[in-house]
């Protein structure tokens, strides 16, 4: 009986008396917390579908203010309107470690119907590197594997952007 209670004490299971146990597990709680992206936005954004990489631009130009490479995913409805923002990632100036079990975990947790990949060049050349391409790759690659697409990824420099969509990149 006593290696038997070592083996249930090893998965978490208690004997409470010689005929009940106490289970316990992990339970994973998600947590949300709201951040500001940008100041006097207008209020419509709120309920724009996101339908043109200008749109996402202009909500996220202040990213190049940062000195480290952002990667964020935006997770959409089935409007395209965004339900969340999940920052993937926070690189060094060039490069940016990007997971797509990072990115679709958060994905598949708010039920996305869509992402829109998003990142800044802290150099201002918003060009994509061989990386970029290479990542937005997979990561469309996975999307179309579990059903959540990504529907462009766009790439922020100083005043200017360049959509993966709108190139023909994805």
């Known amino acids: 009986m006593g290696k038997l209670n070592e083996m249930f004490q090893e998965y978490g299971v208690t004997a409470t008396d010689g005929l009940t146990k106490i289970l316990r597990m992990r339970v994973m709680k998600t947590v949300f917390s709201r951040e500001v992206i940008r100041e006097n936005m207008p209020v419509y954004i709120e309920t724009t579908r996101f339908s043109s990489p200008l749109q996402v631009f202009e909500m996220f130009r202040d990213l190049i203010l940062e000195t480290k490479e952002h990667f964020l995913c935006l997770h959409l409805d089935g409007k395209n309107r965004i339900i969340c923002l999940d920052r993937v990632s926070v690189g060094s100036l060039n490069q940016s470690i ?30 994509p590197s061989a990386e970029d391409i290479s990542i937005t790759k997979r990561l469309k690659e996975v999307g179309e594997l579990i059903g959540i697409p990504v529907l462009d990824h766009i790439v922020i420099g100083d005043g200017k952007y360049v959509s993966f969509a709108e190139c023909g990149l994805i």
């Open 98 to 127: 990007v997971s797509p079990r990072e990115v679709f975990k958060s994905a598949c947790v708010n039920s996305s119907a869509g992402l829109i990949l998003v990142h800044q060049h802290p150099t201002g050349d918003p060009n």
